[in-house]
């Protein structure tokens, strides 16, 4: 339960509320739009719930959001599932994005780091010449509107041309970040069938090269519907037989034409954890992310022209697909390739430090990391530049909001938020305009109707409940792929709120209009913001002959940390010795992530399901969480209760 009349750990200045962006853009939307004029945020975030045309009208006026086609209106249908944005209107994503590139040819638009952390700029007019040069040469290779566009990539220049490219010629793009297995990648890349795809040979991380070519080989062999691959050689190798040379297809002086497509034309292809299956492939639109990241960066984060947007991510998280968009409001993005603690735990601050990053976003995870292992990032960098630390990927615990504030600065403003790959935003966080308590995001975002319902559907204030949303957001999901009737991703967030987004997070919404997230309400698998399904695990596990079954558990700790044990079962004969670990967790490193690695692998005298077959996941999180066995489970639809004794016991040993 949050505290009842804390202090702010941090306020902004009267200053800094009148110059950001939030509060011109009430004060234009009060003129022009209805908005009210009095009452700061809170007002405003009232009005923009309440009155979604108007709010959303207003927001595209202010960031001038270039419809060659306009709409009649905003909302043809505002139904969940199935709301439908600015009908009849045409716009292109990758245009947006390079805007800049006319009123400021000559500053960079990319500043690019490796391990060596030395910055590397490419301008707005360069960044400019690659994407019209590489658009032009997949319309030479029969790319069409539609046709799936796919990188296995680092977070590296050629990765943003890719992307920027394959939006321009209106072909949807999809990234996984070459620490994937082959499995992994192959388990999202066939389910949308690419023509081309982007690669590299291999990466650097941790200070050692990573060969990706047999990977890369075995990826040609499994996607059939490839016309063509295009190599980046970025350890230095020769192009694989009949792939085409990255620098070949961005050489000419060539102006991007950018295809104009419908408000829903599908952008990319984000992808779940995979908890029960296959990883659903979420399709997000041109249209809808567009207006929700200029929302989210301009607004939110108070991005503008004179900013530098570090985000430590790889191109298998959403928040890089985030990172990209700060290009939509001018901003200088940053974009780190390698280890988040190499060559020491302070690495990300160097960085930052480097490239003047004004907002810096990181992992919950990292912070503690920093705080662990007594780094001080305020006295041995210069950070004088920075506004604003963000983190997301888990919930950042009270120690770290004081750890930022003590050893970065007492004038930070401190921004936890919480979003998710399903609508590639956020939906609480980030309020220039606000002050920051302890624990506690600052706010719901705009258009975003946030609440937290008990059970049977009624609003909480100031208790723990589900994350609900109850009304449409542009960037929700315009489809998931290959779910012909929809209902896969009706049964995803719509299931057990008829009509109301459902998003899997335990929250509290705080009587001063902040939020506390609690952790996932379901099973899914978070190491350092990336989402994986157990299923991925199990499935992976399960192949080593002395292996029976498993279960895998991820669960939020109070301090911060994320501990994650694997429970085996063993086949008969087998002992859980030295080299079945060392196998254990080479075969996840090398098949999945090295991120996905358990913490401790548990031996087990059995796995409890359903009666059905299941696993059952989350009642075993709640108990190893401190639940009561009567509360986290309900008897009655378990194959053997006599197994659940046995984590129960270990809950209380752990405590």
């Given at each position: 339960?949050?505290?009842?009349?804390?202090?702010?750990?941090?306020?902004?200045?009267?200053?800094?509320?009148?110059?950001?962006?939030?509060?011109?853009?009430q004060?234009?939307?009060?003129?022009?739009?209805?908005a009210p004029?009095e009452g700061?945020?809170?007002a405003?975030?009232?009005w923009s719930?309440?009155?979604?045309?108007?709010?959303?009208a207003?927001?595209?006026?202010?960031?001038?959001?270039?419809?060659s086609?306009?709409?009649?209106?905003?909302?043809?249908?505002r139904?969940?599932?199935?709301?439908?944005?600015?009908?009849?209107?045409?716009?292109n994503?990758?245009?947006?994005?390079?805007?800049?590139?006319?009123?400021?040819?000559?500053?960079?638009?990319?500043?690019y780091?490796?391990?060596?952390?030395?910055?590397?700029?490419?301008t707005?007019?360069?960044?400019?010449?690659?994407?019209?040069?590489?658009?032009?040469?997949?319309?030479?290779?029969?790319?069409?509107?539609?046709?799936?566009v796919?990188?296995y990539?680092?977070?590296?220049?050629?990765?943003?041309?890719?992307?920027l490219?394959?939006?321009?010629?209106?072909?949807?793009?999809?990234?996984?970040?070459?620490?994937?297995?082959?499995?992994?990648?192959?388990?999202?890349?066939?389910?949308?069938?690419p023509?081309?795809?982007?690669?590299?040979?291999?990466?650097?991380?941790?200070?050692?090269?990573?060969?990706?070519?047999?990977?890369?080989?075995?990826l040609?062999?499994?996607?059939?519907s490839?016309?063509?691959?295009?190599h980046i050689?970025?350890?230095?190798?020769e192009?694989?037989?009949?792939?085409l040379?990255?620098?070949?297809?961005?050489?000419t002086?060539?102006?991007?034409?950018?295809?104009?497509?419908?408000?829903?034309?599908?952008?990319?292809?984000?992808?779940?954890?995979?908890?029960?299956?296959?990883p659903?492939?979420?399709?997000?639109?041109?249209?809808?992310?567009?207006?929700?990241?200029l929302k989210q960066?301009?607004?939110?984060?108070?991005?503008?022209?004179?900013?530098?947007?570090?985000?430590?991510?790889?191109?298998?998280?959403m928040m890089?697909?985030?990172?990209v968009?700060?290009?939509?409001?001018?901003?200088?993005?940053?974009?780190?390739?390698?280890?988040?603690?190499?060559?020491?735990t302070?690495?990300?601050?160097?960085?930052?430090e480097?490239?003047?990053?004004?907002?810096?976003?990181t992992?919950a995870?990292?912070?503690?990391?920093?705080?662990?292992?007594?780094?001080?990032?305020?006295?041995?960098?210069?950070l004088?530049?920075m506004?604003?630390v963000?983190?997301?990927?888990?919930?950042?615990?009270?120690?770290g909001?004081?750890?930022?504030?003590?050893?970065?600065?007492?004038?930070?403003?401190?921004?936890?938020v919480s979003?998710?790959?399903d609508?590639?935003?956020?939906?609480?966080?980030?309020?220039?305009?606000?002050?920051?308590?302890?624990?506690?995001?600052q706010?719901?975002?705009?258009?975003?109707?946030?609440?937290s319902?008990?059970?049977?559907?009624?609003?909480?204030v100031?208790?723990?409940?589900?994350?609900v949303?109850?009304?449409?957001?542009?960037?929700m999901?315009?489809?998931f792929?290959?779910d012909?009737?929809?209902?896969r991703?009706?049964?995803?967030?719509f299931?057990?709120?008829?009509?109301?987004?459902?998003?899997?997070?335990?929250?509290t919404?705080?009587?001063r209009?902040?939020?506390?997230?609690h952790g996932?309400?379901d099973?899914?698998?978070?190491?350092?913001?990336?989402?994986?399904?157990?299923?991925?695990i199990?499935?992976?596990?399960?192949?080593?002959?002395?292996?029976?079954?498993?279960?895998?558990?991820g669960i939020e700790?109070?301090?911060?940390?994320?501990?994650?044990p694997?429970?085996?079962?063993?086949?008969?004969?087998a002992v859980?010795?030295q080299?079945?670990?060392?196998?254990?967790?080479?075969?996840?490193?090398?098949n999945?992530?090295?991120?996905h690695?358990?913490?401790e692998?548990?031996?087990v005298?059995?796995?409890?399901?359903?009666?059905?077959g299941?696993?059952i996941?989350?009642?075993?999180?709640?108990?190893?969480q401190g639940?009561?066995?009567?509360k986290?489970?309900n008897p009655?639809?378990?194959?053997n209760?006599?197994?659940?004794?046995f984590?129960e016991?270990?809950?209380?040993?752990?405590?």
């Amino acid at each position: 339960m949050p505290t009842e009349n804390p202090q702010p750990l941090w306020q902004p200045d009267p200053q800094r509320i009148a110059r950001s962006q939030v509060t011109r853009f009430q004060a234009w939307a009060a003129e022009h739009h209805g908005a009210p004029a009095e009452g700061g945020y809170e007002a405003l975030h009232r009005w923009s719930v309440d009155e979604l045309e108007p709010f959303w009208a207003a927001l595209t006026q202010w960031f001038d959001v270039r419809f060659s086609t306009p709409s009649a209106r905003v909302l043809g249908d505002r139904s969940m599932p199935g709301a439908e944005w600015f009908p009849g209107a045409t716009l292109n994503y990758a245009e947006h994005a390079l805007r800049a590139a006319d009123s400021r040819p000559d500053e960079p638009a990319l500043l690019y780091v490796d391990e060596t952390h030395e910055p590397t700029s490419v301008t707005w007019s360069e960044l400019r010449r690659q994407v019209g040069s590489l658009t032009a040469e997949l319309r030479a290779l029969g790319v069409r509107p539609g046709d799936r566009v796919s990188g296995y990539l680092p977070n590296i220049p050629q990765a943003v041309v890719a992307l920027l490219a394959t939006a321009a010629v209106g072909a949807v793009w999809t990234s996984c970040a070459p620490d994937f297995g082959a499995r992994s990648v192959l388990d999202r890349f066939q389910q949308v069938e690419p023509v081309v795809l982007f690669t590299v040979d291999g990466y650097r991380y941790g200070g050692k090269e990573h060969d990706r070519r047999e990977t890369v080989a075995e990826l040609r062999r499994e996607l059939p519907s490839l016309r063509a691959v295009v190599h980046i050689p970025l350890l230095g190798t020769e192009a694989p037989e009949g792939a085409l040379e990255w620098a070949a297809l961005t050489r000419t002086d060539t102006e991007p034409v950018f295809e104009q497509v419908a408000f829903a034309h599908p952008l990319w292809v984000l992808y779940s954890s995979g908890t029960t299956g296959l990883p659903k492939a979420i399709v997000q639109s041109q249209g809808g992310i567009l207006v929700e990241h200029l929302k989210q960066l301009g607004l939110h984060c108070d991005l503008g022209p004179e900013d530098r947007f570090f985000w430590y991510t790889s191109t298998g998280w959403m928040m890089w697909n985030f990172l990209v968009s700060g290009l939509l409001t001018g901003t200088t993005v940053v974009l780190y390739d390698g280890s988040p603690g190499y060559p020491d735990t302070g690495a990300q601050w160097r960085v930052a430090e480097r490239t003047g990053a004004t907002l810096y976003g990181t992992s919950a995870a990292y912070v503690m990391a920093c705080r662990k292992a007594d780094v001080h990032p305020g006295r041995d960098f210069d950070l004088s530049k920075m506004q604003c630390v963000a983190t997301t990927g888990s919930p950042l615990p009270p120690d770290g909001f004081r750890w930022l504030h003590d050893e970065v600065r007492d004038d930070l403003w401190i921004a936890s938020v919480s979003g998710g790959t399903d609508v590639c935003s956020c939906f609480a966080g980030a309020v220039p305009t606000l002050p920051v308590y302890i624990g506690e995001l600052q706010a719901p975002s705009l258009g975003t109707d946030l609440q937290s319902w008990d059970p049977s559907g009624k609003p909480l204030v100031d208790e723990v409940g589900e994350l609900v949303v109850t009304n449409p957001m542009p960037s929700m999901p315009i489809h998931f792929w290959n779910d012909p009737d929809g209902s896969r991703y009706h049964d995803s967030y719509f299931d057990t709120y008829p009509g109301v987004w459902r998003h899997g997070d335990w929250i509290t919404v705080t009587s001063r209009g902040s939020v506390v997230i609690h952790g996932r309400s379901d099973s899914t698998l978070n190491r350092q913001g990336v989402r994986m399904g157990s299923a991925d695990i199990y499935e992976a596990v399960e192949r080593l002959p002395e292996i029976k079954e498993s279960l895998v558990i991820g669960i939020e700790q109070p301090d911060g940390g994320y501990w994650m044990p694997l429970f085996v079962q063993l086949a008969p004969g087998a002992v859980l010795d030295q080299a079945l670990l060392d196998r254990i967790k080479a075969t996840i490193r090398e098949n999945l992530s090295p991120r996905h690695i358990p913490d401790e692998v548990i031996e087990v005298p059995g796995i409890p399901h359903t009666l059905t077959g299941k696993r059952i996941e989350v009642p075993v999180k709640r108990l190893l969480q401190g639940t009561p066995l009567e509360k986290a489970v309900n008897p009655g639809s378990i194959d053997n209760l006599d197994l659940l004794h046995f984590y129960e016991d270990l809950a209380r040993k752990r405590a």
